[in-house]
C-alpha cells in the first residue's frame, strides 16, 4: 500500500480501475488480515533539511556525554494547557435531531479563561512545580517578553538549587519569539546554555511530562462533564 491514508472506499476504487472488482467489506476484511487498522496519524514536527542536519549533528556531538553530565542539565519548556476541549475537531456518533444532547456535545469557554499557558523545569532527578505565565504570542511587545523571560529566571534559579545545585546547564528551546532575547539574558548572567537544534520539541524529555499531565487533565475534564 503506497498511500497509508487513503480511504477503504477510495482503494475499492483503485482496485476497480485496475480490473479487480471487490466490496468494501471485502476490503475491510482483507485490510484486517493482514493487521492493518486505522488509527490516527501522529504528528511529526515538520523540519527543514538543514535542521535535519542540525539534529543529527547535535546527536553525534553529545552522543558520547556522561550521565554525570546530564545530571546538570535543566530543561525547560512552556505549552498551553486546555481545561476544557482540544484544539482539534473531534467526533461522535449519534442519531439525526440529537446534537444537542448534552452526550454529543464539548464545553468551551468564551473570551479565554479555557486554557492555562504553563512552563516547568526537569532535571534527572525530578521536576519542578507548574509555573503559570501570560502567554507571549498575545501580546508580542518587547516589554511583554522581557517580564515573561525575567519571571522565568527567577522560578529557573528557585528551582534549580533544589533539583541540581548551582552549577547547571540550562536547556530552552528556540521558539523565535523569545530564544533570541532569552539567550542574551541568561548569558548575562553567566549561565551555560546547552545548544539546542531549531525544531526539535520531540528531543525534550518535558515533552512527556506534559503529555502525561494533559492526558490527565482530559480524563479529569471528561468526568466533570459526565457528572
Not at 512552556?78 to 484544539?87: A, G, R, V
Not at 545545585?165 to 551555560?192: E, S, V, Y
Amino acid at each position: 500500500m503506497k498511500n497509508h491514508q487513503m480511504p477503504v472506499q477510495q482503494i475499492r476504487n483503485s482496485l476497480q480501475e485496475a480490473g479487480v472488482d471487490v466490496s468494501m467489506t471485502s476490503v475491510h476484511r482483507k485490510l484486517n488480515e493482514q493487521k492493518y487498522r486505522r488509527y490516527t496519524p501522529k504528528c511529526n514536527p515538520l523540519v527543514s533539511p538543514r535542521n535535519m542536519m542540525a539534529r543529527l549533528q547535535f546527536a553525534k556531538n553529545y552522543l558520547k556525554e556522561s550521565a554525570e553530565f546530564w545530571n546538570k542539565v535543566l530543561c525547560t519548556d512552556e505549552t498551553k494547557i486546555n481545561l476544557y476541549q482540544s484544539d482539534g475537531k473531534s467526533k461522535a456518533w449519534r442519531r439525526k435531531g440529537t446534537a444537542q444532547d448534552p452526550k454529543h456535545t464539548t464545553l468551551f469557554m468564551k473570551n479565554d479563561g479555557g486554557d492555562v499557558m504553563a512552563c516547568t523545569c526537569l532535571a534527572a532527578t525530578g521536576i519542578s512545580a507548574l509555573i503559570f505565565i501570560d502567554d507571549v504570542t498575545a501580546d508580542g511587545s518587547s516589554k511583554m517578553i522581557s517580564e515573561y523571560i525575567e519571571t522565568l529566571s527567577a522560578k529557573v534559579q528557585a528551582n534549580t538549587s533544589k533539583l541540581i545545585g548551582r552549577c547547571f546547564i540550562l536547556q530552552q528551546d528556540n521558539d523565535p519569539k523569545h530564544a533570541a532575547k532569552a539567550t542574551n539574558f541568561f548569558k548575562a548572567k553567566n549561565w551555560k546554555i546547552l545548544e539546542w537544534p531549531n525544531q526539535s520539541p520531540n528531543l525534550n524529555p518535558i515533552e512527556h511530562a506534559f503529555h502525561m499531565l494533559k492526558r490527565k487533565v482530559k480524563e479529569t475534564s471528561s468526568r466533570t462533564n459526565k457528572s
